[in-house]
């Protein structure tokens, strides 16, 4: 397995576009057609690919808000493996990777993402990754989750 992301662009908008979750997953995160949307509309958020090699294998789309917090916060706003995909360790391999990317980019350690608690499969894998709760419910419900690691995730 051979992970990176490439930026959602021209060439790999509409592949990236096509990729979905399981049904029973569709509630927990927005369409990847959502995801480009808000986007298009908020220049903070960087979209991204995540590849094995030259196979699109999944979504992600983090960015920092810096009207949160003291100094903002960075967010891992979607993260997402294609049905396809999913069962094969892609999650686990593509989030540290991606938590990794994110920490490079920004020089921050604490990392926040939302989730809706009954996603269960993510919650898990989050933990796994050094996140936990924060206590915090964002406006749509979702639960706020937070890790602050120096070194490398748990994954």
Known sequence: MKIRF???NSQNR???QALTVAPSQA???ETTVQCME???QCPQWRPVGIYDGEQLVGFAMYGLWKQEGEGGRVWLD???I???YQGMGYGR???SAILERIRQEYGRNEIFLSLYEENKRAMHLYEQAGFHLTGETDPHGEKLMVTEMDGPCGL
Do not use: C, K, N
């Open 38 to 40: 808000e986007a298009d």
């Open 78 to 80: 979607r993260f997402m």
């Open 93 to 95: 391999t593509a989030l």
């Open 82 to 84: 294609d049905e396809r």
């Open 14 to 16: 509409q592949q990236v």
């Open 6 to 8: 490439i930026p959602v």
């Open 27 to 29: 509630g927990f995160i």
